[in-house]
Antibody, heavy 124, light 110 residues
Framework: EVQLVESGGGSVQPGGSLRLSCAASGFSFSSHWMNWVRQAPGKGLEWVAYIKQDGSEKSYVDSAKGRFTISRDNAKNSLYLQMDSLRAEDMALYYC?????????????????WGQGTMVTVSS | QSALTQPPSASGSPGQSVTISCTGTSSDVGGYNYVSWYQQHPGKAPKLMIYEVSKRPSGVPDRFSGSKSGNTASLTVSGLQAEDEADYYCSSYAASNNLVFGGGTKMTVL
């Protein structure tokens, strides 16, 4: 079964750090772009970061630049998001999402498999 | 990185067609043919419905179609069914190698 399972969320004080993980199974992880997308309670989706198949290209939403780091370990079929200097506005459900591949093309801009999300709470 | 603009709500009766708009700028929707649409039911993860403006992943009913004109993309749901009631989000590749989502539209089937 193709699936993504996030972990590592929790409650942290402002200024604290968390490392999210996403375990992939059932597909060739190294063949896909990967994204992190978050959703604050009762709010819409917000793209956070993406990483290329070999890790050579990464991009972040402006609010995450300098604070978050996306990485992957293809040997372990795992995606990570290191989050430092957390703020109240980072509180959200964080989804790991697989970039869609079709017809020999792989897209960073469309995600076809999503995990169930891991909740990050930032509060003093 | 401003969010794309979607109407907060849309509605239609079973069997009708409903269209949701997604307005951006020439730096995102208008500049690239990389618009996607997602359906999200309450408490569930998003589901990819449309990619590259108008293409459907396998398994997505052909009642769902996408298009784009200038800086505005659209998702049309034809033959509306009760299970189409959900939140819908557009997204686009954007300048400076970013991605951006719309604010979401709550679709109600009357």
């Amino acid at each position: 079964e193709v699936q993504l399972v996030e972990s590592g969320g929790g409650s942290v004080q402002p200024g604290g750090s968390l490392r999210l993980s996403c375990a992939a199974s059932g597909f060739s992880f190294s063949s896909h772009w990967m994204n992190w997308v978050r959703q604050a309670p009762g709010k819409g989706l917000e793209w956070v970061a993406y990483i290329k198949q070999d890790g050579s290209e990464k991009s972040y939403v402006d609010s995450a630049k300098g604070r978050f780091t996306i990485s992957r370990d293809n040997a372990k079929n795992s995606l990570y998001l290191q989050m430092d200097s957390l703020r109240a506005e980072d509180m959200a459900l964080y989804y790991c999402a697989r970039g869609y591949c079709s017809g020999g093309r792989c897209y960073r801009s469309a995600s076809d498999i999503w995990g169930q999300g891991t909740m990050v709470t930032v509060s003093s | 990185q401003s969010a794309l603009t979607q109407p907060p709500s849309a509605s239609g009766s079973p069997g009708q067609s409903v269209t949701i708009s997604c307005t951006g700028t020439s730096s995102d929707v208008g500049g690239y043919n990389y618009v996607s649409w997602y359906q999200q039911h309450p408490g569930k993860a998003p589901k990819l419905m449309i990619y590259e403006v108008s293409k459907r992943p396998s398994g997505v009913p052909d009642r769902f179609s996408g298009s784009k004109s200038g800086n505005t993309a659209s998702l049309t749901v034809s033959g509306l069914q009760a299970e189409d009631e959900a939140d819908y989000y557009c997204s686009s590749y954007a300048a400076s190698n970013n991605l951006v989502f719309g604010g979401g539209t709550k679709m109600t089937v009357l």
